[in-house]
């Protein structure tokens, strides 16, 4: 089980891509897809749901593509993996309070929902930024 599916990761490279160019204009989704290995269809659906989402802002003409909508240390990686493919689940049971009808008497609930409450924080305290430290070989 992937928790994190191809496209997400495809979407993160893209983001990342985008916090490296921040200030300086927009950037095709043909450069993106090209530095970051990214089919290119592939690429232009996910820009659009990126755009969808507000963490993109799409920009037209002979110069245009995708900008970050907010500075790079203001994006999280779990808003990007939510933007791609809605909230992380650990298991359907812990979708809603009515999804499983042995959610009162579960010992496994409590546990799953403690480790994607880990998870969910983890991922929300890594920004673009730290990313793209990383890939530079920096360290934040």
Same mark, same amino acid.
């Given at each position: 089980?992937?928790?994190?599916?191809?496209?997400?990761?495809?979407?993160?490279?893209?983001?990342?891509?985008?916090?490296?160019?921040?200030?300086?204009?927009?950037?095709?989704?043909?450069?993106?897809s090209?530095?970051?290995?990214?089919?290119?269809?592939?690429?232009?659906?996910?820009?659009?749901?990126?755009?969808?989402?507000?963490?993109?802002?799409?920009?037209?003409?002979?110069?245009?593509?995708?900008?970050?909508?907010?500075?790079?240390?203001?994006?999280?990686?779990l808003?990007?993996?939510?933007?791609? +493919?809605?909230? #992380? /689940?650990?298991?359907?049971?812990l979708? !809603? $309070? *009515?999804?499983?009808?042995?959610?009162? =008497?579960c010992?496994?609930?409590?546990k799953?929902?403690?480790? +994607?409450?880990? #998870? /969910?924080?983890?991922?929300?305290?890594? !920004? $673009? *930024?730290?990313?793209?430290?990383?890939? =530079?070989?920096?360290?934040?």
């Amino acid at each position: 089980m992937d928790i994190l599916r191809r496209n997400t990761d495809y979407a993160l490279r893209a983001m990342v891509n985008l916090a490296g160019e921040y200030g300086n204009g927009a950037v095709s989704t043909r450069k993106i897809s090209d530095k970051e290995d990214v089919p290119y269809q592939l690429a232009c659906k996910l820009m659009q749901k990126l755009n969808r989402t507000k963490l993109v802002e799409s920009c037209m003409g002979p110069k245009g593509g995708f900008v970050l909508n907010r500075e790079p240390s203001k994006i999280s990686l779990l808003e990007v993996v939510e933007a791609i +493919q809605g909230p #992380i /689940s650990l298991n359907r049971c812990l979708l !809603s $309070l *009515d999804a499983c009808a042995r959610e009162k =008497d579960c010992p496994i609930r409590a546990k799953l929902i403690e480790l +994607q409450k880990c #998870i /969910s924080s983890y991922l929300g305290g890594i !920004s $673009l *930024d730290e990313l793209l430290s990383s890939r =530079d070989g920096q360290s934040k």
